[in-house]
């Protein structure tokens, strides 16, 4: 039998940019990156009143043609039909190879976006500007773009690496409390796994945060950014260290499915996944230290909630988790904490897996 080895590497790069009122700077970076004079904007109904305008005029300006996709918000709409809608105006449009698709808006945008660019035409360059604190921390960079199907939260998705990625702080301004908030839990997050003094910092800075104080904000970011790069630069496709960054997911997409993405939005359904898994790593004892108390207290200034609706039942969690791509050999993956701090990957076999659910209900 004759036998032949193809080895293939992937070779792809995200220039970040971090800072104030950068749409001046967009278009000039296009050209600094090899991109082409055309561009297609896809972004949300709200956003699309707010910035549309400036956005396009700050690529006209630099003599790049625009073409604007405009889809519904939220996170109902991040699905199958959405994306078959847009890569009809694509095709609509004439779009080639070489145009970027820019993804203008949050973390729904962003997936959209990234999704739609690695399957148009076998891919499209991307480019992100993310619009909330959410999609600044974690949506808009390291790959991952995906969407929901009736079944599954992000079951359906591919890693797709932007060239560039643009966080204007400015953007900041015009985001409701409430989405801030979404935004600092997985801020949070980056501390509860890697960093507890940025944990602190956070709680510590709450007030200017809330304010919208820029230089605080941009911090914010910063430290977040630089976090999740180390747990992805070397594990791009999600095989290792990179699996880190889902402490509270597990739980948050099974609670996010089983409220019918109504109950729950994913903010809050992260808080409570990252209670559960503090609750689970307890009970199951690889976490002798109970930090919860720190992370409700911070949860509930975020008007966040800190325990599960009673119409979320245990049955209903498994069953979700039950669909989610982490499962792997009959066995579950959970990032659980060792200290605060660090975390663990644990496996749960299926057949202890209700109980294991069961005994992490906050």
């Known amino acids: 039998m004759e036998n032949q080895k193809l080895e293939f590497t992937r070779h ?41 305008d400036q956005l396009i005029k700050a690529f ?25 809608n847009i890569i009809a105006q694509l095709v609509q449009f004439e779009t080639e190879r070489d145009c970027p698709i820019v ?14 660019a690695s399957i148009y035409k076998r891919g499209v360059p991307l480019v992100l500007i993310p619009t909330s604190l959410l999609a600044m921390v974690d949506a808009s960079f390291g790959g991952k773009n995906a969407i929901n199907t009736s079944t599954a939260k992000n079951i359906v998705g591919s890693f797709y ?11 900041l301004n015009t985001l409701p409390l409430s989405q801030l908030y979404y935004g600092l839990v997985e801020a949070l997050k980056h501390g509860l796994i890697y960093d507890m003094a940025y944990f ?3 709680i510590k800075n709450l007030e200017d945060i809330k304010a919208k104080k820029l230089p605080v904000l941009q911090r914010v970011i910063r430290r977040s950014v630089y976090i999740k790069k180390e747990f992805i630069i070397d594990d791009e ?16 997409h099974a609670l996010e499915t089983a409220g019918n993405y109504v109950r729950y939005n994913h903010a809050e359904a992260v808080g409570l996944g990252m209670l559960m898994a503090i609750k689970a790593a307890l009970n199951v004892e690889i976490l002798k230290e109970d930090f919860s108390d720190q992370l409700k207290e911070v949860l509930a200034q975020l008007e966040m909630p800190t325990d599960i609706s009673t119409d979320i039942s245990v049955e209903k969690l498994t069953d979700a988790i039950k669909s989610d791509k982490k499962r792997a050999h009959d066995a579950y993956k959970f990032i659980l904490p ?23 209900i906050v």
Not at 243 to 252: E, V
Not at 338 to 360: H, M, Q, R
């Open 12 to 52: 792809s790069k995200t220039d970040i940019f971090i800072g104030t009122e950068l749409f001046p700077n967009i278009a000039a970076k296009f050209n600094i990156a090899g991109l082409p004079k055309s561009c297609v904007i896809i972004t949300n109904e709200t956003l699309s009143k707010l910035w549309l």
């Open 60 to 84: 006209t300006e630099k003599n790049i043609k625009v073409n604007s996709i405009v889809i519904p918000d939220g996170e109902s709409n991040k699905n199958f039909e959405t994306v078959q």
């Open 103 to 116: 993804g203008f808006g949050g973390g729904v945008v962003c997936d959209i976006a990234g999704f739609t």
């Open 161 to 171: 690496q932007p060239v560039l990625t643009f966080m204007d702080v400015c953007l």
């Open 200 to 202: 602190k910092f956070i």
């Open 237 to 252: 496709l999600d095989n290792a260290k990179r699996s880190h960054l889902n402490f509270g997911h597990t739980f948050g």
């Open 338 to 360: 060792e200290t605060p701090g660090k975390t663990t990957i644990y496996k749960v076999k299926s057949e202890e897996l209700d109980d294991f659910v069961k005994n992490a």
